[in-house]
Every structure is written in structure tokens, then in C-alpha cells.
């Protein structure tokens, strides 16, 4: 049992709002930091007050008649954890008129360990069933828009999905594992649809591909926020490249919407049957897809490699570049290496950006320290120095050579690389010069 209200954040936002922090750290530190829809008028939805109750238990009588299906889906807001949408399946009841959200966005903080399991990415969320117009209360205040989508459905599908839902939403039933990629609420959605219909979604997403990744719809849709996407694209492993079948491209709710448009129903009819725009978009509207280029990472790392060098006769400046740049790379890496070792955030795992990041770093800054003082560093001090050099060269070199699991980190190596290059031979230029 829950001993307290359930907290609502969508969940999309929450734990990639974490992910997005943790590994935006070494970011922010280191670098300052759908197909067409018959859109006929759906019937009206029945209006509920805040504290209207759901629609009553949902009919086994065959001859009822069917409920409503629709798909809600919300735009993104402008706050960290609203980025990336939302949805919920509503379900309007034939008796009463009364139209219920099913929102799988659902946690509860008063859970034990609740935090200690939040970072090492093992969250229990949960799908709730509320009053459609108390869902859509915070969206209205915020500005987002929200459309549905309503379907059509078998009246057998349609009542089936309805029986699901409600048995799914009791307190016993309602935990899931949240993974905010393969099990999210824009995937629990799809998923509680595909059953009610049979395979008929999977059937008919899971062979396409517009050739999205993981890392390129998150960075897309983080985009408004830089410390944000930065923190994805530096903090993703090789698993967030993977390209993306249009099944497992709905992890994004508004994906989702653009699929569902281009679903047929097991008559061969368009699964939706018609869209009506509940709230109107007030904010920006989602960032578009734009192509990402590496040149401009390594320009930038280059002219920061010729300062460097520019500052082989200043040595105690060179030092006070080099220590926060040092310092920041290992606190980085070491984000990176506890995502990947201690963590149950798989979409970080095996990350090549910790051959840029390096934890190593974390022993040149005693030699930056001690140049700034006017003494020259330790004997180990130049071998580091190209230690970390070299393993930044290695992430270059398996980016070459790995065709059967790339990691799109390209613009890191070509921002990094001439940068730990520099350093390493101006400061071992300097020691061999006295």
C-alpha cells in the first residue's frame, strides 16, 4: 500500500532529469557547462470537478456498449523534466459519460531508499486512473498543448483494453519498472495498445526506421536547455546509437502520436479514427531534427589547442588553465565510470567519452598545483600527461573501427583530443628545455 499521495512528474522528465544533471556535470564544469487523421468532432467529453471520480467499474456484459478509446498525448513544456512530453490513454465510459485518464507517470517518494535507488536507476513508477480534466489541470496552467487521439477500435478490443487498464490501476497491480527508454509512460501506452489489438502495432512498426537513435532524440528534444543535452550526448554509451525501429521510436510520446496516425486497425482501417485538440500549444513547439556536424568541435579544439601552446612561455597561466580543465575531466569521468559500473543505467554503459573524460586527470592536478607555486611537477607528472593523451587517441581509434557498435562521440574526440595533445607537449617541452 501507498502510505502517502502519489507525486505526479511526467515520466518522461524525472529520471532523464537526473541523468541529464548528473552527467551534465563534467559539461557544465569543464566547458563553462504523422500520417493524416479524419479529424470529424469526436463525441464531447463529460466536464469533471476536481474531485470527480472515476468512471465505476467497467462491464463483462458483451452487449454494453463499448468504451471510447483515445490517446492523450502532451507537448513539451519549458521546465527540465516537462522536455519531452507526456501521454496517458483515456477511456471514456458509455454509461456515464465520464471520461478517466490511465497516467503511468506515477512515482512515490516515500518508498525506502527512494534516493539511493533513484541515482543507481532502479525507480518503481506506477500507472494511476484520475479524472481526465484533473490531468489535464497542470498542463492547462502551464501552457502545453494536449491533443487525442481516438481510435477505433473493436468494441471487443476496446472493452478489453478497459478491463486491462482498471485492473492494472489497483494499488497491488500498479508498480512497473521504469527505464526511461524501454519502459516509460509513452511505451506502457504502447504496449497496453498493442495487446488490446491483437500485435496489430508491433506487427506494423517494429520493421520500419527513420534511422533516430536514442541519443539523437534525446539531444533533439534537450536541445532549448544546452546544459541538458550536453549532459546526454556526454553521458550516453554506444546502446543510445543503436538506430531505432518506429516501435521502439514511441519511447517518445510525440513519436508515438505520429505512428498511431500511420496505423491500420484490424479492419484495414486507419486506427485513428479522428484527433481533437484539447488545450492549445501556448510554448515553443518541439525542437526540430537538425543535422550534427564534428568540424566545428574540432576547429574549436584547435584554437584551444594554439593557446595552449601560446602559453608555453607562462608557465603559471598555463598551470591555471590546465587545473580546472584536469580537475573537471576527472569529476567527469568519474560520473561516467559510476554510471557505468555502479548503476543500473544501462544507456550509460560502456561509454567511450571516459577515454576523453579520463579519471586519470585526477593525478595531474598536483602538478598544475605545484607549477603554480614555481616548483616543477613530479617524474610521473609527463608520463600521465601521455597516458591520458594516449587513451584519448584509443577513443578516436575504436571509433574508427567499431562498425557493428558505433557511439556517435566524434565532436568529443575532435573537441578533447587536441586539446590533452596540447598540453602534454607543452608542458613536457617546458621540463625537457631546462
Given at each position: 500500500?501507498?502510505?502517502?499521495?502519489l507525486?505526479?512528474?511526467?515520466?518522461?522528465?524525472?529520471?532523464?532529469?537526473?541523468?541529464?544533471?548528473?552527467?551534465?556535470?563534467?559539461?557544465?564544469?569543464?566547458?563553462?557547462?504523422?500520417?493524416?487523421?479524419?479529424?470529424?468532432?469526436?463525441?464531447?467529453?463529460?466536464?469533471?470537478?476536481?474531485?470527480?471520480?472515476?468512471?465505476?467499474?467497467?462491464?463483462?456484459?458483451?452487449?454494453?456498449?463499448?468504451?471510447?478509446?483515445?490517446?492523450?498525448?502532451?507537448?513539451p513544456?519549458?521546465?527540465?523534466?516537462?522536455?519531452?512530453?507526456?501521454?496517458?490513454?483515456?477511456?471514456?465510459?458509455?454509461?456515464?459519460?465520464?471520461?478517466?485518464?490511465?497516467?503511468?507517470g506515477?512515482?512515490?517518494?516515500?518508498?525506502?531508499?527512494?534516493?539511493?535507488?533513484?541515482?543507481?536507476?532502479?525507480?518503481?513508477?506506477?500507472?494511476?486512473?484520475?479524472?481526465?480534466?484533473?490531468?489535464?489541470?497542470?498542463?492547462?496552467?502551464?501552457?502545453?498543448?494536449?491533443?487525442?487521439?481516438?481510435?477505433d477500435?473493436?468494441?471487443?478490443?476496446?472493452?478489453?483494453?478497459?478491463?486491462?487498464?482498471?485492473?492494472?490501476?489497483?494499488?497491488?497491480?500498479?508498480?512497473?519498472?521504469?527505464?526511461?527508454?524501454?519502459?516509460?509512460?509513452?511505451?506502457?501506452?504502447?504496449?497496453?495498445?498493442?495487446?488490446?489489438?491483437?500485435?496489430?502495432?508491433?506487427?506494423?512498426?517494429?520493421?520500419?526506421?527513420?534511422?533516430?537513435?536514442?541519443?539523437?532524440?534525446?539531444?533533439?528534444?534537450?536541445?532549448?536547455?544546452?546544459?541538458?543535452?550536453?549532459?546526454?550526448?556526454?553521458?550516453?554509451?554506444?546502446?543510445?546509437?543503436?538506430?531505432?525501429s518506429?516501435?521502439?521510436?514511441?519511447?517518445?510520446?510525440m513519436?508515438?502520436?505520429?505512428?498511431?496516425?500511420?496505423?491500420?486497425?484490424?479492419?484495414?482501417?486507419?486506427?485513428?479514427?479522428?484527433?481533437?485538440?484539447?488545450?492549445?500549444?501556448?510554448?515553443?513547439?518541439?525542437?526540430?531534427?537538425q543535422?550534427?556536424?564534428?568540424?566545428?568541435?574540432?576547429?574549436?579544439?584547435?584554437?584551444?589547442?594554439?593557446?595552449?601552446?601560446?602559453?608555453?612561455r607562462?608557465?603559471?597561466?598555463?598551470?591555471?588553465?590546465?587545473?580546472?580543465?584536469?580537475?573537471?575531466?576527472?569529476?567527469?569521468g568519474?560520473?561516467?565510470?559510476?554510471?557505468?559500473?555502479?548503476?543500473?543505467?544501462?544507456a550509460?554503459?560502456a561509454?567511450?567519452?571516459?577515454?576523453?573524460?579520463?579519471?586519470?586527470?585526477?593525478?595531474?592536478?598536483?602538478?598544475?598545483?605545484?607549477?603554480?607555486?614555481?616548483?616543477?611537477?613530479?617524474?610521473?607528472?609527463?608520463?600521465?600527461?601521455w597516458?591520458?593523451?594516449?587513451?584519448?587517441?584509443?577513443?578516436?581509434?575504436?571509433?574508427?573501427?567499431?562498425?557493428?557498435?558505433?557511439?556517435?562521440?566524434?565532436?568529443?574526440i575532435?573537441?578533447?583530443?587536441?586539446?590533452?595533445?596540447?598540453?602534454?607537449?607543452?608542458?613536457?617541452?617546458?621540463?625537457?628545455?631546462?
Open positions: 500500500m501507498i502510505a502517502r499521495p507525486s505526479r512528474w511526467p515520466a518522461r522528465g524525472w529520471p532523464q532529469w537526473l541523468l541529464g544533471t548528473l552527467l551534465a556535470c563534467c559539461a557544465a564544469f569543464a566547458f563553462a557547462q504523422a500520417g493524416d487523421a479524419d479529424l470529424a468532432a469526436p463525441p464531447a467529453l463529460a466536464p469533471a470537478s476536481a474531485a470527480a471520480p472515476v468512471a465505476g467499474p467497467p462491464s463483462t456484459d458483451a452487449s454494453a456498449p463499448a468504451p471510447r478509446i483515445g490517446v492523450a498525448t502532451m507537448q513544456g519549458e521546465v527540465f523534466f516537462e522536455r519531452f512530453g507526456h501521454d496517458a490513454i483515456v477511456v471514456v465510459d458509455p454509461r456515464s459519460g465520464q471520461a478517466t485518464s490511465y497516467n503511468f506515477f512515482f512515490d517518494p516515500s518508498e525506502p531508499d527512494f534516493v539511493s535507488r533513484f541515482a543507481a536507476g532502479d525507480m518503481m513508477y506506477y500507472l494511476v486512473a484520475l479524472p481526465l480534466q484533473d490531468d489535464l489541470a497542470q498542463y492547462r496552467d502551464a501552457g502545453r498543448g494536449v491533443d487525442i487521439q481516438w481510435l477500435m473493436e468494441p471487443a478490443q476496446a472493452r478489453a483494453l478497459q478491463q486491462a487498464l482498471a485492473w492494472r490501476a489497483r494499488p497491488e497491480n500498479a508498480r512497473y519498472r521504469y527505464d526511461y527508454y524501454t519502459a516509460n509512460c509513452a511505451t506502457m501506452v504502447r504496449d497496453a495498445l498493442d495487446r488490446a489489438l491483437g500485435g496489430t502495432l508491433h506487427a506494423q512498426l517494429s520493421g520500419r526506421s527513420r534511422g533516430n537513435t536514442y541519443r539523437s532524440e534525446s539531444v533533439r528534444l534537450a536541445s532549448p536547455a544546452p546544459w541538458m543535452w550536453l549532459g546526454f550526448d556526454l553521458g550516453l554509451g554506444p546502446f543510445a546509437d543503436k538506430p531505432l518506429r516501435w521502439e521510436e514511441a519511447f517518445v510520446p513519436r508515438l502520436a505520429e505512428s498511431l496516425g500511420e496505423v491500420r486497425n484490424s479492419a484495414g482501417r486507419p486506427l485513428v479514427q479522428s484527433r481533437q485538440q484539447v488545450l492549445p500549444q501556448r510554448l515553443a513547439p518541439e525542437p526540430q531534427e543535422a550534427r556536424h564534428w568540424w566545428p568541435w574540432l576547429l574549436a579544439g584547435l584554437l584551444v589547442a594554439v593557446g595552449v601552446v601560446a602559453l608555453a607562462r608557465p603559471r597561466w598555463l598551470a591555471a588553465l590546465a587545473l580546472p580543465f584536469w580537475l573537471l575531466c576527472a569529476l567527469g568519474g560520473v561516467l565510470l559510476y554510471l557505468w559500473g555502479f548503476s543500473d543505467h544501462r550509460a554503459w561509454n567511450r567519452n571516459l577515454l576523453l573524460l579520463d579519471p586519470l586527470c585526477l593525478l595531474l592536478v598536483g602538478g598544475a598545483i605545484a607549477q603554480l607555486r614555481g616548483r616543477p611537477p613530479g617524474r610521473w607528472f609527463g608520463l600521465v600527461l597516458l591520458v593523451v594516449a587513451l584519448a587517441g584509443a577513443a578516436l581509434l575504436i571509433h574508427w573501427l567499431s562498425m557493428l557498435q558505433p557511439q556517435f562521440n566524434l565532436q568529443w575532435a573537441l578533447l583530443l587536441p586539446v590533452h595533445a596540447a598540453l602534454a607537449w607543452t608542458f613536457t617541452r617546458r621540463r625537457l628545455q631546462r
